[in-house]
């Protein structure tokens, strides 16, 4: 799954990484719908699912798969599981703001690497609220492998925060 990360235009090519998805990794789709059920679960009831719970609600036949996803959620920084507790699951603060999404226009492509051909696009993309900041930002998808060394492979998505100067 491609990540997202936070930069800031200097001038007109030039950029700087100020940020990425923080202390938090990106979900793949499964685990996003586990952590959405998991939060709607607490907010109805109060009290956090079970394993067997989550398990019942995504039709998993073995404790375990509900367990694996819970563990990963944990390992990217979502929730926090206290061993042996039955419910013993706990939102993490910066997961709730995860949440909070904001859209931004998606402008095409940046190479890294081969130079490529521009191509004007009108989309737009949700991002985590969290990776913007006051100043207006764009979304840019990376073609190429010149930045491997700074994590950012092909196909990965850039924020850009636009700005006269970097700090």
Avoid: W
Wanted: charged share 30%; glycine share 10%.
């Amino acid at each position: 799954m491609p990540s997202i990360h936070l930069y800031t235009q200097i001038g007109i090519s030039g950029y700087q990484e100020i940020g990425g998805t923080g202390g938090i990794k990106m979900l793949n789709e499964k685990e996003g719908k586990i952590l959405e059920y998991v939060t709607e679960y607490v907010r109805k009831n109060g009290f956090p699912p079970s394993v067997r719970d989550v398990c019942k609600a995504f039709g998993f036949s073995s404790p375990r798969a509900g367990q694996k996803y819970l563990e990963a959620l944990e390992e990217k920084g979502y929730i926090k599981r206290k061993e042996g507790m039955f419910r013993g699951i706990k939102i993490l603060s910066e997961a709730r703001h995860s949440f909070d999404s904001i859209t931004l226009p998606f402008f095409g492509f940046i190479a890294a690497g081969e130079p490529i051909e521009v191509i004007d696009r009108k989309e737009e993309m949700e991002v985590p609220r969290s990776m913007v900041g006051k100043k207006p930002c764009y979304i840019l998808q990376v073609k190429g492998n010149s930045m491997i060394e700074d994590h950012i492979l092909d196909g990965d998505f850039i924020v850009v925060e636009k700005c006269d100067s970097a700090d």
